[in-house]
T-cell receptor, first 112, second 112 residues
């Protein structure tokens, strides 16, 4: 089955700087890669996703890149703000309505 | 519109008792998923419903766990003879198309 690894497990960034979180996956059949943000006591919230037919996707301060050959994808947050502090999870699936396999999460702390 | 709702938000039970957790998906979403999140861990897939059928039950950890979905809407996850290792946050997600899964706030289960 699919295995997703995520690094780093914790990340502290000065407000205004950029943050990068990286994930690798094992199953070459995976073609859908979402990123979720989870705040304390809440369910995960989808913030951006990418499908295997593109290499990069951007939404304001958030971007995701995908390298299918190397089987890795990354989340980039620019101009970080205190409200970006949360746990971020990457995930992978084979698309359609297949289950998501999640990474173990990255706790991002933005230092004011 | 209304998101995914789950009840109860918190459940404390004694070892050996049965518990039922409820999920109300987003109206019209045909796919429904249950995941489990243990303290400080990523999300672990349990079961997936398409309509009222469960094509993928591969994540259920033991035969003490079961789930059903009726009317293509509400789902119930039942854990029989609860054990302390069942303590976790149980998350439900629903999806319409293209695997964009939207999560509820979760039920925090504590087994004493």
């Amino acid at each position: 089955g699919e295995n997703v690894e995520q690094h780093p497990s914790t990340l502290s960034v000065q407000e205004g700087d950029s943050a990068v979180i990286k994930c690798t996956y094992s199953d070459s059949a995976s073609n859908y890669f979402p990123w979720y943000k989870q705040e304390l006591g809440k369910g995960p919230q989808l913030i951006i996703d990418i499908r295997s037919n593109v290499g990069e996707k951007k939404d304001q301060r958030i971007a995701v890149t995908l390298n299918k050959t190397a089987k890795h994808f990354s989340l980039h947050i620019t101009e970080t703000q205190p409200e970006d502090s949360a746990v971020y999870f990457c995930a992978a699936s084979q698309g359609g309505n297949e289950k998501l396999t999640f990474g173990t999460g990255t706790r991002l702390t933005i230092i004011p | 519109g209304a998101g995914v709702s789950q009840s109860p938000s918190n459940k404390v039970t004694e070892k050996g008792k049965d518990v039922e957790l409820r999920c109300d998906p987003i109206s019209g979403h045909t796919a429904l998923y249950w995941y489990r999140q243990s303290l400080g861990q990523g999300l672990e897939f349990l079961i997936y419903f398409q309509g009222n059928s469960a094509p993928d039950k591969s994540g259920l950890p033991s035969d003490r766990f079961s789930a059903e979905r009726t009317g293509g809407s509400v789902s119930t996850l039942t854990i029989q003879r609860t054990q302390q290792e069942d303590s976790a946050v149980y998350l439900c997600a629903s999806s319409l198309v293209n695997n964009e899964q939207f999560f509820g706030p979760g039920t925090r289960l504590t087994v004493l």
